[in-house]
């Protein structure tokens, strides 16, 4: 009887151990806040790689102030950040190269600039995401581009494919 009662209490105390130590947490990673370097380049990226384009409610204003979405209406870009900072577009009409590397600007971070000799190159793009909405105002300086007509300010609303 007595070794059978020693049992029964061995036996709970080794349950009660198992219930106490068995169901402690596990030790967690700390968690590292993002820079505002890292935010930004997601909201473009969303992580890796990202396209954005008119169709589905996009639009494009001019220099003029006007409506120029019909002139981009299958503008698409692509904005990768995996091995390297790089960028695609397609139907981007003589203002953005087809491809080539972007970098944010390193005083402002909602500015990104597209690397290259296209009207939209080597000027710094303010950008802005919500949801998936990229929205891009930029001015095409005169030093850019002999085409007076690509001169100006541009606004784009790109959406998120």
């Known amino acids: 009887m007595k070794n059978s009662k020693l049992f029964i209490n061995l036996i709970n105390i ?45 639009m494009v204003t001019g220099p003029t102030g006007l409506n120029i979405t019909n002139e981009f209406s299958e503008f698409q870009l692509t904005i990768a950040s995996l091995n390297s900072k790089t960028y695609s577009t397609k139907s981007g009409n003589i203002l953005f190269e087809i491809n080539g590397i972007w970098e944010l600007n390193s005083n402002i971070l909602d500015r990104i600039v597209l690397k290259g000799k296209s009207p939209a190159s080597e000027i710094p793009i303010r950008f802005n995401t919500s949801g998936n909405i990229l929205t891009l105002n930029f001015t095409v300086p005169h030093q850019n581009t002999s085409d007076v007509m690509l001169r100006g300010d541009y606004y784009f609303k790109l959406i998120k494919n």
């Open 14 to 58: 080794l349950f009660c151990s198992l219930l106490i130590f068995g169901c402690s947490e596990e030790p967690t990673d700390p968690i590292v806040e993002k820079s505002l370097e890292q935010k930004a380049i997601e909201s473009l990226t969303s992580g890796s790689s990202q396209t954005w384009k008119i169709e589905g409610g996009g």
